[in-house]
């Protein structure tokens, strides 16, 4: 793309007082992990890719089935028994032909987080497993990578930022302690408003955006949105200083 298409590109962006042509060049620079290709990560990849992240590093284990469709925005009915990741990577290549997509069939866990998470400047968790955002959290504040978690079930959704990096700040554990009771099993066996899980991933590819740019940082809030209702709050996290996981 030549310089002044790509200046007409993010113009709209670069109008905001927040952003500058440094800002896209951080986008163009910085690799993102998203953890997930479901109801979460597809929105979020779509914003992300479009917003001129050039590197996206996506994970994910599972095929597409039929049932996905009404939140998974970027497959269709004959992507069904397909990888995600492998059609994911194909349709934002066909939206953003310049966005570079490391298409990862795993399931992201204690054996590769720390390969996964290696040259990243942020992750998204857009898993919907209780255990596997714990383990993500961990290898994050370890790592001092931020995280920006999103998670929706039912009308309700979560939005929280982790950067272990900012002092006092809490993670993920500090609010959700661990349960050994928890099983790692997904939350399928629940209804979805798909428009709220796919508000979710917007919000979390707008907030790892901001948190590249360093715009306005939300870290160490709790968002609550629940669709039913229209009622958004937002609650102040406390660092907790017995937290195994970052104290
Ligand atoms: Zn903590």
Redo the contacts with the bound molecule.
Sequence with gaps: MGDENFLLRNSRHLLLKEFSESSIEVLLKSRILIVGAGGLGCPAALYLATAGVKNIRWVDPDKVEISNLPRQILFSEKDVNVPKVIVGKKMLNNIVPAVNVDAIEEKADETNLGKLISGCNIVLDCTDRFKTRHIINKYC?ENKVPLVIGSAVGWSGQLMVVNSSEQNT??Y??VFEENPEFTDDPCGAFGIFSPLVGTVGLLQAGEAIKTLLKINQTTGKLLLLNALSLNFDRINLT??MN?N???
């Design positions: 504040v809490a993670c554990a500090c660092k907790n937290c996981v970052c104290s």
